[in-house]
Nanobody, 122 residues
Framework: QVQLVESGGGLVQAGGSLRLSCAAS????????MAWFRQAPGKEREFVAA????????IYPDSTKGRFTISRDNAKNTVYLQMNSLKPEDTAVYYC???????????????WGQGTQVTVSS
């Protein structure tokens, strides 16, 4: 099992940047595929980015590609989401997620954090 705790959310103006962090418990962090999702009020949870266990491969949907960057530091049991050129439509609760399968991480990961609020003002 792995426990996930997000941090780094807050209020930022449109065009600004934020970096989210997700700290994971357990000694097997480096074996998990990690991802970020978000959920805006009244909308379904949306996949934002994923990174392979070793950190070499990343996946982004069109909505975040080129603006968001996912990375990880396995020595620190932490995954990051660097968000640039933020837009008001990026406002949401952002969740960290983990799974043992790259094929499953974008759809139904096994483990979730509690979320951190990101608000982008216009």
């Amino acid at each position: 099992q792995v426990q996930l705790v997000e941090s780094g959310g807050g209020l930022v103006q449109a065009g600004g940047s934020l970096r989210l962090s997700c700290a994971a418990s357990g000694r097997t962090f480096s074996t998990y595929v990690m991802a970020w999702f978000r959920q805006a009020p009244g909308k379904e949870r949306e996949f934002v980015a994923a990174i392979s266990a070793g950190g070499r491969d990343t996946i982004y949907p069109d909505s975040t590609k080129g603006r968001f960057t996912i990375s990880r530091d396995n020595a620190k049991n932490t995954v990051y989401l660097q968000m640039n050129s933020l837009k008001p439509e990026d406002t949401a609760v952002y969740y960290c997620a983990a799974d043992s399968s790259l094929g499953r991480i974008t759809v139904a990961p096994d483990y979730w954090g509690q979320g951190t609020q990101v608000t982008v003002s216009s």
